[in-house]
């Protein structure tokens, strides 16, 4: 009984801004990093940013300085900010939590960027 469940994707015009979130639910104990990837059509998925327990986060170079991501260690949630969207952005984002032994995805929420 794991649940990982990304909501917020959506299409969006160039430069325009979108939040994802996503909760992690079920018996999955402590999580330790929770982070974003992306896939695109014809493409390989990909890491988009991450953060540990302690706030520290990363991100990868193509979305650095447009997206933020947060979490919160209480509710085992952690969300992904994006700003000045651009077409290369239109992906499936799935989240990751990751535990001591492990780490579960959710399913994929949509976001289109239109240009």
């Known amino acids: 009984q794991v649940h990982v469940v990304e909501s917020g994707g959506g299409l969006v015009q160039t430069g325009g801004s979108l939040r994802l979130s996503c909760a992690a639910s079920g018996s999955i104990g402590s999580v330790n990093i929770m982070g974003w990837y992306r896939q695109a059509p014809g493409k390989q998925r990909e890491w988009v940013a991450s953060?540990?327990?302690?706030?520290?986060?990363n991100y990868a170079n193509s979305v650095k300085g447009r997206f933020t991501i947060s979490r919160d260690n209480a509710k085992n949630t952690v969300s992904l900010q994006m700003n000045s969207l651009k077409p290369e952005d239109t992906a499936v984002y799935y989240c990751?939590?990751?535990?001591?032994?492990?780490?579960?995805w959710g399913q994929g929420t949509q976001v289109a960027v239109s240009s």
């Open positions: 990751r939590a990751e535990v001591r032994l492990g780490g579960y």
């Open positions: 953060i540990t327990r302690e706030g520290v986060s």
